[in-house]
T-cell receptor, first 116, second 114 residues
């Protein structure tokens, strides 16, 4: 069984500051990992994904995440926050179990607030 | 444009009404999903259709009835809803398995039950 834990339901940063959103996963097999962003009253949009290639993954809007197997983590970072980054962020894991595995497991989300 | 289109974007309905939510994708995906997103609660997976067959129903009340007539369309039929059913309903699609690409989400339908 797979699970995702996002530490901190709410993170607040100043504009221009580093953004760090934490995600830890549990999976019995090598996972594929995803970060999604959701703006108010919108669906979830894929930010980036890890699919067993490079451990440092770059996504849209200047975000990146690093897969650390030893720490079972996939934290999302951005060097300098913009006001437009204010949104909710979801980490998700796909278990590569056999058969017709179709599910992503989502974390509970982290709301990012950016202060001027 | 996300590739997954949901209509309507907003819906207000009374508890005795019957309405339907529609989801459409032309991405060539073969699995479709309904999620419920309530304020301050995690995403709740409601139904999964894979290759047009329902493969998961997460103990959803019978007042929610899904329909998947083909791989491009997914409906959620609603009847005699309760105020606590007010939420953002999200549709998603993917390949099976979704491992490489994850899900593509629609923009959601904001449902208010009065």
């Amino acid at each position: 069984a797979q699970s995702v834990t996002q530490l901190g339901s709410h993170v607040s940063v100043s504009e221009g500051a580093l953004v760090l959103l934490r995600c830890n996963y549990s999976s019995s097999v090598p996972p594929y990992l995803f970060w999604y962003v959701q703006y108010p009253n919108q669906g979830l949009q894929l930010l980036l994904k890890y699919t067993s290639a490079a451990t440092l993954v770059k996504g849209i809007n200047g975000f990146e995440a690093e897969f650390k197997k030893s720490e079972t983590s996939f934290h999302l970072t951005k060097p300098s926050a913009h006001m437009s980054d204010a949104a909710e962020y979801f980490c998700a894991v796909s278990d590569l179990g056999g058969g017709s595995n179709y599910k992503l497991t989502f974390g509970k989300g982290t709301l990012l607030t950016v202060n001027p | 444009e996300t590739g997954v289109t949901q209509t309507p974007r907003h819906l207000v309905m009374g508890m005795t009404n019957k309405k339907s939510l529609k989801c459409e994708q032309h991405l060539g995906h073969n699995a479709m999903y309904w999620y419920k997103q309530s304020a301050k609660k995690p995403l709740e997976l409601m139904f999964v259709y894979s290759l047009e067959e329902r493969v998961e129903n997460n103990s959803v009340p019978s007042r929610f009835s899904p329909e998947c007539p083909n791989s491009s369309h997914l409906f959620l039929h609603l009847h005699t809803l309760q105020p606590e059913d007010s939420a953002l309903y999200l549709c998603a699609s993917s390949q099976v398995p979704p491992s490489n690409y994850g899900y593509t989400f629609g923009s959601g339908t904001r449902l208010t039950v009065v």
